[in-house]
C-alpha cells in the first residue's frame, strides 16, 4: 500500500509485541491492532485545519507545490471553490507562466467559482505574478490568495531554486500562511524524496494527496508524516469540482485496510 519498507517494519514490530503481550488469537482482533496502530502513525492530534484566514490585516497565502502533473491547478480550483462557499474571498495567482493552459485553467476555475485571478504573459517571471497576486490581495483586502506554482521535477535544481525565490519574493509582504505539497497517491515511493527536497526549499507545512479514486492506497502518507512530521490535510478523489475532502484518519486507515 506504498507505506514503505521503514515505516512498516517499525509497524509490523510494534504489532508483534502487542499480540505477544495480549495474547491476540484472531485475524479480527489482529486487524483491529493494525488499525489502531496504523491510526497511532497518523497521530490524530495534529492540525490538519487550512491556515486560510487573514491575518494583521493581511490576507493569509497559501503557496501550493509539487512536481509535474501532480495535480496542483485543479486542487488550486477546488480549494478556492470550498473557501469560497466558506465565505472566503479569494485571489488566484497563476505563477505557473511555463505551461499556457495552467493560467487559462486558473482563470476558468476563477470565474467558475467566483475568484480574483492575476496572470502574466506566458514565460513571464513566475516570482513576479506572485508578488503582484498578493499585492491584489492586500489591496482588495481578500481573505486569501492561493499561488500556483509549475510542476517541478524534485531533481532539476534550477526549478528548485525558482520555487525558494518565489517564496522569498512573496514574504516580501508577509510571512507565507501554508505550504501545500500536492503528492500524486499512484507515485508511490517516490513522494517520499519529493516530500524532502520541497520541505528543504519551501517548508511545506501540509499534504494533499490527490488520484485516491484509482488503485493507489496512498500509504506514503504515513511514511512522510513519520519521517518530516507534515500532515496530510486534503484528499482528491477524482475529477469533478466537489472532490476535494478533508483528511479523516479513520475512514483512511479503514479504506487502506479495506473495510468489513
Known amino acids: ?10 509497524i509490523v514490530a510494534r504489532l508483534r509485541e502487542q499480540v505477544r503481550v495480549l495474547g491476540t488469537r484472531t485475524p479480527d ?17 495534529l492540525d490538519r485545519s487550512l491556515h486560510a484566514d487573514p491575518a494583521s490585516g493581511k490576507p493569509a497565502v497559501i503557496l501550493v507545490v509539487g512536481v509535474n502533473g501532480a495535480g496542483k491547478t485543479t486542487t488550486c ?11 472566503h474571498s479569494v485571489v488566484l495567482g497563476a505563477a505557473d507562466t511555463f505551461r499556457a493552459a495552467a493560467a487559462e485553467q486558473l482563470t476558468t476555475w476563477a470565474g467558475r467559482v467566483g475568484a480574483q485571478v492575476v496572470r502574466g504573459p506566458e514565460g513571464s517571471d513566475p516570482a513576479a505574478v506572485a508578488f503582484d497576486a498578493v499585492k491584489q490581495g492586500i ?34 509582504h508577509g510571512p507565507v500562511s501554508e505550504t501545500l505539497l500536492v503528492l500524486d497517491a499512484t507515485a508511490g515511493q517516490n513522494g517520499l524524496s519529493q516530500a524532502k527536497v520541497f520541505t528543504e526549499v519551501a517548508n511545506v507545512t501540509g499534504v494533499v ?17 513519520r519521517e518530516f512530521g507534515i500532515p496530510v490535510k486534503l484528499i482528491g478523489l477524482g475529477e469533478g469540482p466537489d472532490d476535494l475532502a478533508p483528511f479523516d484518519v479513520t475512514a483512511f486507515v479503514n479504506a487502506l485496510l479495506g473495510e468489513q
Open 139 to 172: 489591496d482588495a483586502g481578500v481573505d486569501t490568495v492561493l499561488i500556483d506554482t509549475a510542476g517541478r521535477l524534485q531533481n532539476k535544481v534550477g526549478l528548485m531554486d525558482e520555487l525558494g525565490k518565489i517564496k522569498r519574493v512573496v514574504e516580501k
Open 209 to 225: 494527496l490527490t488520484k485516491l479514486d484509482g488503485t493507489a492506497k496512498g500509504g506514503i502518507v504515513i511514511a512522510v508524516q
Open 1 to 10: 500500500a506504498d507505506v514503505g519498507v521503514k515505516a512498516t517494519t517499525e
Open 29 to 45: 482482533q489482529l486487524r483491529t491492532l493494525l488499525a489502531e496502530e496504523l491510526t497511532h502513525a497518523l497521530d490524530p492530534s
Open 77 to 87: 480550483g477546488k480549494i478556492a471553490r470550498v473557501l469560497v462557499a466558506d465565505g
